[in-house]
């Protein structure tokens, strides 16, 4: 567990850094540059997440403390097959900008609560769940510090389709490789 709470807080640290301290993150910016603070960023990103992914995958004893898996299965799969809409609509230009201010921090915290729903067990609890608390307090600090949303132009409606069908890419990739990544099988027949 030590290890999935120790990624799981440097995630949040990380990128806490340019919400609550951006002059902390521009101070670092012209101390090494534009590019080679991006790169520490990716890396301690990426340090975080394989930190997340073995700290998951150590943990061999499963408790449950809640089931809701056969009422939620279904509507958990449509949920994250939206949120990866919304993290498509937040890499390509589209519509669904106009409606929803931060795609990708919605759709992500739609991902995490599509993973509380479907698996009631202290891992994912801690995981998904403090994944889903990050993402939502992100979002309430960045609308408190950027004021009143201005929704951007409007783009002609096929981009939209665009956005879908980069989400459904983003959706089936997730599903084919969560076995590989995670360690659970979305099969559990095979």
């Given at each position: 567990?030590?290890?999935?709470?120790?990624?799981?807080?440097?995630?949040?640290?990380?990128?806490?850094?340019?919400?609550?301290?951006?002059?902390?993150?521009?101070?670092?910016?012209?101390?090494?540059?534009?590019?080679?603070?991006?790169?520490?960023?990716?890396?301690?990103?990426?340090?975080?997440?394989?930190?997340?992914?073995?700290?998951?995958?150590?943990?061999?004893?499963?408790?449950?403390?809640?089931?809701?898996?056969?009422?939620?299965?279904?509507?958990?799969?449509?949920?994250?097959?939206?949120?990866?809409?919304?993290?498509?609509?937040?890499?390509?230009?589209?519509n669904f900008r106009r409606l929803i201010r931060h795609p990708q921090l919605t759709g992500f915290s739609l991902w995490a609560f599509a993973h509380?729903?479907?698996?009631?067990?202290?891992?994912?609890?801690?995981?998904?769940?403090?994944?889903?608390?990050?993402s939502l307090a992100t979002m309430a600090l960045l609308n408190k510090r950027d004021g009143t949303f201005a929704p951007p132009a409007k783009v002609?409606?096929?981009?939209?389709?665009?956005?879908?069908?980069?989400?459904?890419?983003?959706?089936?990739?997730?599903?084919?490789?969560?076995?590989?990544?995670?360690?659970?099988?979305?099969?559990?027949?095979?």
């Open positions: 567990m030590a290890f999935l709470i120790s990624g799981l807080l440097l995630w949040i640290v990380a990128h806490m850094v340019p919400v609550v301290a951006p002059d902390f993150r521009n101070a670092m910016v012209q101390k090494l540059g534009e590019w080679p603070y991006k790169g520490v960023f990716s890396l301690i990103i990426f340090g975080s997440f394989g930190l997340m992914v073995v700290g998951w995958r150590s943990i061999e004893s499963v408790t449950p403390l809640y089931d809701f898996y056969d009422l939620a299965a279904f509507p958990a799969l449509i949920i994250v097959l939206i949120g990866f809409v919304l993290i498509a609509a937040s890499i390509l230009p589209s509380l729903l479907l698996n009631g067990d202290l891992r994912t609890t801690v995981l998904f769940g403090g994944l889903l608390a990050w002609l409606p096929h981009k939209g389709v665009m956005v879908a069908a980069l989400g459904f890419v983003l959706f089936i990739g997730a599903v084919l490789g969560h076995e590989y990544l995670s360690g659970v099988n979305l099969n559990p027949h095979s």
